[in-house]
Structure formats: structure tokens, C-alpha cells
T-cell receptor
Framework: DAGITQSPRHKVTETGTPVTLRCHQTENHRYMYWYRQDPGHGLRLIHYSYGVKDTDKGEVSDGYSVSRSKTEDFLLTLESATSSQTSVYFC???????????FGPGTRLTVT | GQNIDQPTEMTATEGAIVQINCTYQTSGFNGLFWYQQHAGEAPTFLSYNVLDGLEEKGRFSSFLSRSKGYSYLLLKELQMKDSASYLCAPGLTGANNLFFGTGTRLTVIP
């Protein structure tokens, strides 16, 4: 299962509050990704990291920030949550030697 | 820009063979991935084609034609547990990120 955990697994929060989701991996993968998945849309890339403190924007980065201070942790922050950010968030990892990505179990976030 | 076209839904009978097609248009291409996603779960990696042709892996095979921007996933001897969404995802050059389609929801019936 590529040793990926996400926390929390479920969260309900109110509009305007900050929210941080955590992705933790145990296998020293270089690359980490945050996606969101919504009905009618494919998985959409929010941000990704190619090393400690090295991150870049994906397709839908507005309203999100990330940090990676250690190889094993990749944090996704919603500075001020909005109802449009209600979604299922998946973290994924990739080693430097291959292209396939492996996904964590997901976090279901509801913004009321 | 990127675009992926795959059927939204398919139904097939247990024990049969089903082919899920995917056409794609991307600015840069680095191979084609297929993922399986059961309802309420995370996507799991099925296959990766970088060269033209057919790759076989047990009951699942995947085909790629780079010149046509076309791929298919072939599932043989269908089982009820194969009911899931199947996601086509071209790999993009540069950062080697993946671009996912909306997926094909396959229902296997007895």
C-alpha cells in the first residue's frame, strides 16, 4: 500500500476556518502530490512536491497552500475554507525511478 | 491543454471480456496509465504503457497507440469484483505529472 496515511480521514468544518490535511509516507518517496476528486471531474492536481521544501502548483491551486519540511510529510492547507472546497482529497507518492503514482486512502472534507 | 475522452459507463456480464477505450490529447506525453477505483476507495495502479503495443498482466491487458492518441484496457474473465471505475491518465512531460480523465464506471452483472 506504499505506506501512505492521511489524516484526518473525515472532517467537517465551517466556511472561513483554516484546515490542514496531512499526508505521511514511510518509504522515502521523493515526489508527493495532492489531488481533489469531485463528481463529474477527474482527479485534479492541486500541488505537488519534488523534494523537501520544493513544491509547485497544479491545475487547481487557488485557495490552497502546501508545505514539505520533511521527506515523509506533505501538508495541504486551506487558509479560509469555502463550500467549493468540499471534496475528497487524495495524497499520492512516486519514487524517482518510476512514473506510477500510489495513492493514500483519502480525506473527505465537508465545508458547511 | 489536455483532453481525455472515455465512456462514462459500461455494463458487462460476469465471465465476459470488456474493452474500455480512451482517447487523449495532451501537450507533451510520457506514457499512459490506467487506474482502478472502487467506490469510496483510493485509485490503485493497474498498468503503464510507454511504447506502442499490448501489455498483458494476468486478466488485464492495456494497449497504446501513440500516433493515434488512443489506448484501451481489456479485462478478461470478468468477476463481480471488477465493478469499479477505470481511470485513463496520460503522463505529461516536464514534471511527469498525470492528467486524469473522469473515468469509466464498469458494472459487472451476473
Amino acid at each position: 500500500d506504499a505506506g501512505i496515511t492521511q489524516s484526518p480521514r473525515h472532517k467537517v468544518t465551517e466556511t472561513g476556518t483554516p484546515v490542514t490535511l496531512r499526508c505521511h509516507q514511510t518509504e522515502n518517496h521523493r515526489y508527493m502530490y495532492w489531488y481533489r476528486q469531485d463528481p463529474g471531474h477527474g482527479l485534479r492536481l492541486i500541488h505537488y512536491s519534488y523534494g523537501v521544501k520544493d513544491t509547485d502548483k497544479g491545475e487547481v491551486s487557488d485557495g490552497y497552500s502546501v508545505s514539505r519540511s520533511k521527506t515523509e510529510d506533505f501538508l495541504l492547507t486551506l487558509e479560509s475554507a469555502t463550500s467549493s472546497q468540499t471534496s475528497v482529497y487524495f495524497c499520492a507518492v512516486r519514487s524517482g525511478e518510476s512514473y506510477e503514482q500510489y495513492f493514500g486512502p483519502g480525506t473527505r472534507l465537508t465545508v458547511t | 491543454g489536455q483532453n481525455i475522452d472515455q465512456p462514462t459507463e459500461m455494463t458487462a456480464t460476469e465471465g465476459a471480456i470488456v474493452q474500455i477505450n480512451c482517447t487523449y490529447q495532451t501537450s507533451g506525453f510520457n506514457g499512459l496509465f490506467w487506474y482502478q477505483q472502487h467506490a469510496g476507495e483510493a485509485p490503485t495502479f493497474l498498468s503503464y504503457n510507454v511504447l506502442d503495443g499490448l501489455e498483458e498482466k494476468g486478466r488485464f491487458s492495456s494497449f497504446l497507440s501513440r500516433s493515434k492518441g488512443y489506448s484501451y484496457l481489456l479485462l478478461k474473465e470478468l468477476q463481480m469484483k471488477d465493478s469499479a471505475s477505470y481511470l485513463c491518465a496520460p503522463g505529461l512531460t516536464g514534471a511527469n505529472n498525470l492528467f486524469f480523465g473522469t473515468g469509466t464506471r464498469l458494472t459487472v452483472i451476473p
